[in-house]
Nanobody
Framework: QVQLVESGGGLVQAGDSLSLSCAAS????????MGWFRQAPGKEREFVAF????????NYADSVKGRFTISRDNARDTVSLQMNSLRPEDTAIYYC????????????????WGQGTRVTVSS
């Protein structure tokens, strides 16, 4: 089992930045690809970004590419999502998640999920 706890959500204005953090515990953190998903009100959960176990390979949804950056610290068992130039359409609950797969972009490929942290971007 891997336990994931997100933090850092909040209310910001369009154009602002926000950093989300996820702390992992349980099984060895470095063995997992770590991802972020989000779910906006009335919409399905969608992929945001992932980072591989060594941190040298990342992938982003087109909607956040160039604005969001995912990173990880295997020594501290944490993964972060730096979000810049936030837009109202980024409003959602953001979930940290862990996968044993190589390039997971579908939610079904992830085994462990945090409870989520809410991000609200006002216009």
């Amino acid at each position: 089992q891997v336990q994931l706890v997100e933090s850092g959500g909040g209310l910001v204005q369009a154009g602002d930045s926000l950093s989300l953090s996820c702390a992992a515990s349980g099984r060895p953190f470095s063995g997992y690809t770590m991802g972020w998903f989000r779910q906006a009100p009335g919409k399905e959960r969608e992929f945001v970004a992932f980072i591989n176990w060594s941190g040298d390979r990342t992938n982003y949804a087109d909607s956040v590419k160039g604005r969001f950056t995912i990173s990880r610290d295997n020594a501290r068992d944490t993964v972060s999502l730096q979000m810049n130039s936030l837009r109202p359409e980024d409003t959602a609950i953001y979930y940290c998640t862990a996968s044993p797969h190589w390039s997971p972009v579908r939610s079904e490929e992830y085994d462990y999920w945090g409870q989520g942290t809410r991000v609200t971007v006002s216009s």
